[in-house]
């Protein structure tokens, strides 16, 4: 196989129209293989653009619907058809990032395939109740045939795929577990690539609120009912002492802020700019973080800050942040209760001082996750198995 310089490199994701944690890990492949063309199912310039210009994204068939304002979710039935019509021919690798179709494109046998698994299809597989409960509310329950149908469907398809690529890797042992258990296919665990230095380096003229300089506690996340945003929720409204300070947007934006409309110990500040989010990172308390997720970059990166995380106890988060007797960097709870999550912060605040005095084990283990950290690991992947990088 050729060496990078000459390697024909294609790069694929699902959906490039806004940024969070996967599009962040398409950045990043791409930084290291700048000369690679990027494929992907459906393309926003607006929110995509500056990172990944136009000129280098091949969109499917299914861009001119939302061109015409079509919602993608009315779209999804067709994901597995129009991801399955790429052409791969005149590449020599590609690497496909997936949390639901990405891995199902259909390469030559002299094309290698690397798929980076986020996870497999989770409204198909271990989330379909739930998202049937999300979803489908009022009215709308008349679709749940309509749904199940389409959800079958997309199951079979996502078993019969995950044979394409020659190499599977998963962004945790979580994720290497649910493939092994939906998919029956081992893979080899490569965790994303987290901006640790972005962190590392305190913005310069930092003009933070002196009152606020670690006098509050943190959450930057999508706020969606998965991301169990409402539980922090409930939690800091029976501790009207102590701040709480959301960053982010999503469906459920709304609704907790009615909730919490009297409680001004809880804020939120809606979308913000990376530069907001590092310095609020940096100057927290602590991270809190109370959902379950396969990876979490979030929490590395309040690390990164040698900030403390209380974590819910169960997924990917379990995997970078510690909590032993030796080695702190977090707390944990058990179960996703406010009463749980509330007695965390108790035990956080009791050995704050404690937790924050090594900071080297802060920088440490947080670089585990780094970009270098990633990069390094791809290529001896890609090595193993004949590609020159």
Not at 121 to 149: C, G, N, V
Not at 156 to 164: E, G, T, V
Not at 289 to 311: R, S
Not at 365 to 389: H, P, R
Request: glycine fraction near 4%.
């Amino acid at each position: 196989m050729e060496k990078q310089s000459e390697l024909k490199v294609a790069i694929v994701a699902e959906l490039l129209t806004k940024m969070g944690g996967a599009e962040r890990v398409v950045e990043q492949i791409y930084k290291i293989f700048p000369q690679a063309d990027i494929f992907t199912l459906l393309y926003n310039e607006k929110e995509c653009g500056e990172i990944f210009p136009e000129h280098k994204v091949k969109t499917s068939f299914l861009q001119k619907y939302i061109n015409f304002g079509i919602p993608k979710q009315f779209l999804i039935s067709q994901f597995p058809q129009a991801i399955e019509s790429f052409n791969f021919d005149e590449y020599d690798l590609v690497i496909s990032s997936s949390s639901a179709f990405a891995h199902g494109i259909i390469t030559a046998t002299n094309v290698f395939h690397l798929s980076y698994i986020h996870a497999p299809m989770r409204y198909a597989w271990d989330y379909t109740h739930q998202y049937q409960k999300e979803k489908l509310t009022s009215w709308k329950k008349i679709l749940t045939p309509f749904l199940w149908s389409t959800l079958k469907n997309l199951r079979i398809w996502d078993y019969c795929a995950r044979d394409r690529a020659d190499v599977i890797c998963a962004n945790s042992k979580t994720t290497a577990r649910r493939i092994e258990k939906f998919w029956r296919k081992d893979s080899i665990v490569l965790y994303p690539p987290v901006n640790t230095k972005r962190f590392n380096k305190k913005l310069e003229n930092n003009s933070f609120d002196t009152n606020l300089k670690n006098n509050f506690y943190c959450i930057v996340s999508m706020i969606e009912p998965f991301k169990n945003i409402k539980l922090a929720v409930q939690a800091f409204q029976n501790m009207p002492d102590k701040k709480l300070i959301i960053i982010g947007d999503g469906s459920q934006k709304t609704e907790l802020e009615k909730l919490s409309q009297n409680n001004k110990n809880i804020i939120f500040l809606g979308r913000q700019p990376d530069s907001v989010v590092t310095q609020h990172m940096q100057n927290c308390k602590a991270f809190i973080f109370p959902g379950l997720e396969d990876f979490g970059i979030t929490p590395v990166e309040a690390n990164a800050c040698e900030k403390p995380v209380i974590f819910y106890n169960k997924g990917g988060v379990t995997e970078t942040i510690l909590d032993t007797e030796k080695e702190q960097t977090g707390i944990k709870f058990e179960e996703q209760t406010p009463e749980f999550l509330q007695k965390a912060v108790e035990k956080l605040e009791k050995n704050y001082k404690n937790i924050i005095s090594n900071n080297e084990l802060f920088k440490t283990q947080s670089e585990k996750f780094s970009e270098e950290a990633f990069e390094k690991n791809l290529k001896n992947i890609l090595t193993q198995n004949g590609i020159i990088v």
